[in-house]
């Protein structure tokens, strides 16, 4: 049996009862890190046989693994923190066991991207996990920008020496006024969460001399229907919105606007100030 055990992401409290169990009953460990999972197995008074199996090795150690559940061992998968495949590897290694007939069982557990959404307060309804956001600034813009339209909540994972510039690119790709809510630490002793408009949560950020600290997920909310019809529509409302803001007062630029697309005169205001915010 191939176990996908999920372990704790800050307070060691949250291991499941199941999942010490598990850890101890198996053959062994396969770890993304075994010096970090080791200390974890300590606390617990356990020792186990232990395999790294992480981003740069994991295919190499698939088939010396298969071999050892094929011969009957069990196996338990476990990340750093958390859900093991959850932005953390053992895609490949779940993937071939099935393939080969392996009984692979989930653990369940701690997840960053679910604890954080439960205390949010933004729809949970449905919410799309993108993952981590392109390092260099044009990529994560381009990928903002193609997910702008998303009505679902938006949940990312980020580093702490790259929250300040997601943050800001949110502001200027989504718009200043568009909902955020970031969890920072979720579990741990500071753990903090902070919310509002995208630059409000930018300016709390600065403002706090711990902002740029720890771990974080972000989440943002996504789009109003109303918005995605200015954004993703036939007509290109944000070209139209700019041409007559160039001749008009921003509330007549709007009162046109709305007259052409049949779109929500207030909603067209609204977005005429995003447009001109992003501008300054």
């Not at 232990?50 to 990340?79: K, P, T, Y």
């Not at 903090?192 to 909310?221: I, N």
Request: charge should be negative.
């Amino acid at each position: 049996m191939l176990y996908i055990v999920a372990t704790p992401i800050g307070n060691l409290e949250d291991l499941s009862p199941r999942g010490v169990k598990v850890l101890s009953s198996v053959d062994v460990v396969a770890a993304e890190d075994t010096r970090h999972s080791g200390r974890l197995l300590e606390h617990l008074g356990i020792s186990k046989p232990m395999i790294a199996l992480h981003d740069h090795n994991e295919r190499d150690r698939v088939q010396s693994i298969l071999g050892q559940l094929q011969d009957g061992a069990d196996v338990a998968l476990v990340s750093d923190a958390g859900t093991p495949l959850i932005s953390d590897p053992g895609y490949v290694l779940v993937r071939e066991a099935r393939a080969a007939g392996v009984q692979v069982s989930p653990v369940p557990g701690p997840c960053a991207l679910v604890a954080a959404l439960s205390a949010a307060g933004l729809p949970t309804d449905r919410f799309l996990f993108v993952g981590f956001l392109p390092a260099k600034r044009a990529g994560r813009r381009a990928v903002l920008d193609e997910l702008r339209t998303e009505v679902a909540t938006l949940v990312f994972y980020e580093s702490p020496h790259r929250i300040l510039h997601t943050v800001s690119d949110i502001a200027e790709v989504m718009g200043v006024q568009r909902e955020v809510v970031l969890g920072r630490e979720i579990t741990k002793t500071f753990e903090t969460f902070y919310s509002g408009e995208a630059a409000d949560v930018h300016a709390a950020l600065t403002e706090d001399p711990h902002g740029s600290r720890g771990e974080f997920v972000v989440m943002v909310k996504g789009a109003k229907k109303a918005e995605v019809g200015l954004m993703s529509g036939e007509l290109d409302v944000d070209r139209l919105l700019g041409l007559l803001m160039a001749e008009l007062p921003l509330k007549k630029a709007a009162k046109i606007a709305s007259g052409v697309s049949g779109l929500s005169k207030n909603e067209l205001y609204q977005r005429a100030l995003e447009l001109k915010n992003n501008e300054g």
